[in-house]
């Protein structure tokens, strides 16, 4: 019983602290934004798909006491906000192609959810000289780990099994020629994987149509070993690679791109705070360059603001898409969108799995999303070709009551929103100058080396990494996990500085635009002390529909002034003689 409550405990944990866990386990400080990014979606699909977390509070009782108290403070799962049915839940991407060059500290990234994740990891490489260094590297943390290979004998297939019959979280390494095996592929359907791990995933591409057939019969492997979370790693994403690892890997189906670096430098970030976020939102796509995706929280706000743009802005290019929509309605919104240069799709998070259109000019965020993982890879829609795009989050009095990160975002109003958006990443390790190091700070561990880049899809963009530590430095000791400092962030693809430049992609903040009230305040605010008594509400709101600059119906301006109200900026006078006519107070 006492063993059910621990594990109990461990799965109400957020994944920032089953990150932190699993760290301080490996003995291992420092985790770059992407791996991070990757790890987070592993673990929050695992969450979502039922998945149990091992029992930390035995390893690691301090960290999770301490983690559960922090917690219970922070609020950090639920965020203030009631859970609502219709809410479109992020649950991370449990079917992911992670692009990172080599040597980018790609390992990591299934180690520590394998350490986590109370079910077998299947890791699949190509080479079995890749599989030897894997199994000494994970011997040599204290791993669990067996190793299907082409010629083992009976008995020491059996002894694998027997390992694997015991609930645990065992790493699996094994090539794709063993998995052809009936014997081994029916053992592995009884150890209930959780996690199928594909590295170099390109060699589907490169190799599989030649001398490897069997990376060819993955997919159908694959389909019978149904594992909850599907992970393909790929130092080259040209479109065409990219196609076939779907193709063969993922059979075709829902599979979410994960960019190495989330640093990006092309998109400028805004933050518009506002009492009428609808009217907010027709305002900014009047004039902010198209394709436009607008992220909603739930699938009915979806359907109710793609009908409400679509009469606003007189135009039949806006539709919804979430996750409720058959199959192949997605399909034909999805090609729509892929096509459009001038269209608006209002989405939930739904959207991004599959197609992954490059040319996205404008992203805004009708409603915050709860993880910061989840803006960044959001507000990343826009400007996958590399060209200037805008992220904008609309703030409205109803966010003022979040906490988390993303809080922290909202009220932010000095520091460069790029760099704090990365820093919140990190778990708020840190800022852009405690990170900076020099390549040589990686020392005899690092592969201090170039930048290197990736093609990504429908494009290019630098993934790369100067002076990252190699997959060599995974972990295999204390000694050298230590040099996975902070020092060495400074080549985490960051080939540019992390703030902005100061030119027209830079952030609101760092171009000065940013606006720290709300943006209808000053002039609402203006009209009632130039005019005291003289409107009541209702008349109010009237005038402000009447005029047209403004483009509020009664309904929002009515909103505003109540927002007004209760903020205490305007009141209405409390004369029982007079009718009650509003009056700017201060
Ligand atoms: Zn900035």
Redesign the pocket.
Known sequence: MAEEHSIAASNTLSSETLISAGLAESGISYLFPYQRLVITNILEAARSAGIPFINLEQTLPQIIDIALQDESEREFHIDGVPPDSDQEVWSGYGRQIVILPTGAGKSLCFQLPARLIDRPTLVIFPILALMADQERRLRAQGSRVVVLRGSQTTEEREAIASVLRLPSNTLIIANPEVLKTRQVRDMLGQARIGHVVIDEAHCVSQWGESFRPAYLELGEILAELKPPLLTAFTATASPEVLEKIGRYIFNDGDVHIVMGNPDRPNI??RLVRTLAKEAALRQLLATLPRPAIVFCGSRSRTEQLARALRYALHSREIYFYHAGLEREEKKTVEEWFFKSSTGILVATCAYGMGVDKADIRTVIHFDCPNLVEAYLQESGRGGRDGKPATATLLWGPEDEERTGPLAEYGRNRD?????LLLTLLTGGRGSRTELTGTVGAVGAGGTAGAVCTAGAVGGTETVGAAGLPGDALNGTSRTEAEMIEPATYTGAGMSEPV??TGDEH??????GTAKHFWREKPGITRLIQQNPRYFTLAEAASHLASQPALDLSRDEGRQILLSLIEEGTIRESRCPLQRKGLVATG
């Open positions: 400028s970030y520091r460069c929103r790029r760099e703030t902005c830079s952030c609101d903040i760092c171009s």
